[in-house]
């Protein structure tokens, strides 16, 4: 089968695509023809080694976690799906595994149907960045209706999940973006929204129940004045000094420091099913490419020149 590979660490001229053998089903696990992919920041983060500490993808590395497809086999044991039965999923990428392929084969639990009334390019966007949304806002912080919430990277794709689920539990929302992406975050329905280029939001008048740093674009100690008694911070990037400033906010406090790390499982892809179903969720769509257009696809996530998802079309 085809597939965006890589051998080494290294800049987007590492990607190659190239034929692989076609990965068979194990025990428990199912073989899905992949339709569309999605890019997410994890991608080139792991692809460039800048993650090499967190894991090492085995080589021949497949590129992209995120997919939609159709069931094309069935390891033994597996009674829950059906061949031709429309799918979407997220791989583990250290594992050899990956997206941006035509074929792969993962365990029934990072899998889930796809609902009728969800294209497969909704349904590819979803894992990674709207499940990060879903998990940090109702999993972790437990946002409530009347809560206040200011979310960072409001614009991207886990921010702009982030707006839409939190104003759909009703909570007060303040996004911060670009001045580009103004217009665009006020339309997901924050009811305020702050530039990062002209405006400093830990300068505010406002203590929030919640921050939630999608961007990773600042620090407990700068957004703890800007937390209530009893607030929580959630930030994306778990840099070692997060989990020394999580330590040191429950000593002396109520607060909370959370370092962020998404962990997928079936069931939280079918909530993300549902929201997607109901229009909560509404990824933004950058960008079709094809395999051949998965490097170039990257470089412009690299370059922070993507606005939303990247979808990779495979078949
Ligand atoms: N830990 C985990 O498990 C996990 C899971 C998913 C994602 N992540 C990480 O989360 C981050 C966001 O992912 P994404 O897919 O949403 O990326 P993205 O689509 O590229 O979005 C990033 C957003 O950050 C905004 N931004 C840049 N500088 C900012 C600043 N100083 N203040 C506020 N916003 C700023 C940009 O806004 P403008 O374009 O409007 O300028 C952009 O929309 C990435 O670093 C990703 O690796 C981590």
Redesign the pocket.
């Known amino acids: 089968m085809q597939a965006v590979t890589y051998e080494r660490f290294g800049g987007v001229s590492v990607l190659a695509v190239r034929e692989l053998p076609t990965p068979q089903p194990g025990r428990g696990e199912v073989q899905m023809r992949i339709t569309m992919a999605s890019l997410?920041?994890?991608d080139f983060?792991l692809r460039s080694g800048m993650l090499r500490l967190v894991g090492r993808p085995k080589r021949p590395a497949i590129t992209g976690k995120d997919f939609a497809g159709v069931v094309a086999a069935l390891g033994s044991g597996v009674r829950n799906y059906a061949v031709g039965q429309r799918v979407f999923g997220s791989v583990d990428p250290l594992g050899g595994r990956g997206a941006c392929a035509r074929f792969v084969a993962l365990a029934t639990d990072l899998v889930a149907p796809i609902p009728e009334g969800v294209s497969d390019e909704i349904a590819a966007c979803l894992p990674?960045?709207a499940?990060?949304a879903l998990q940090v806002l109702a999993d972790i912080a437990g946002l409530r209706s009347g809560q206040s919430v200011l979310i960072?990277?409001?614009?991207?794709?886990?921010?702009?999940a982030a707006v839409r689920i939190a104003c759909s539990i009703g909570a007060q929302v303040t996004g911060?973006?670009?001045?580009?992406?103004i217009d665009y975050?006020r339309e997901l329905g924050a009811g305020r929204v702050i530039d990062?280029?002209t405006e400093n939001?830990p300068a505010l008048d406002q203590q929030f129940d919640v921050i939630f740093d999608?961007?990773?674009?600042?620090s407990f100690a700068i957004a703890r004045p800007r937390l209530k008694p009893a607030g929580i911070y959630i930030n994306?990037?778990?840099r070692p000094e997060l989990y020394r400033d999580a330590l040191l906010a429950r000593l002396g406090s109520r607060q909370r420091c959370v370092?962020?790390?998404?962990k997928t499982d079936s069931e939280l892809l079918r909530r993300l099913a549902r929201l997607a179903a109901d229009g909560v969720i509404v990824p933004h769509i950058d960008e079709i490419v094809d395999l051949a257009g998965v490097a170039a696809a990257q470089q412009r996530?690299e370059d922070?020149r993507?606005?939303?998802?990247v979808c990779v079309r495979v078949d």
């Open positions: 997410n920041p994890v983060k990674v960045a499940g990060t960072t990277g409001a614009s991207g794709a886990v921010g702009s911060v973006c670009g001045t580009a992406n975050v990062y280029r939001w999608a961007a990773a674009a600042t994306t990037m778990p370092p962020f790390l998404l996530m922070g993507v606005h939303g998802k």
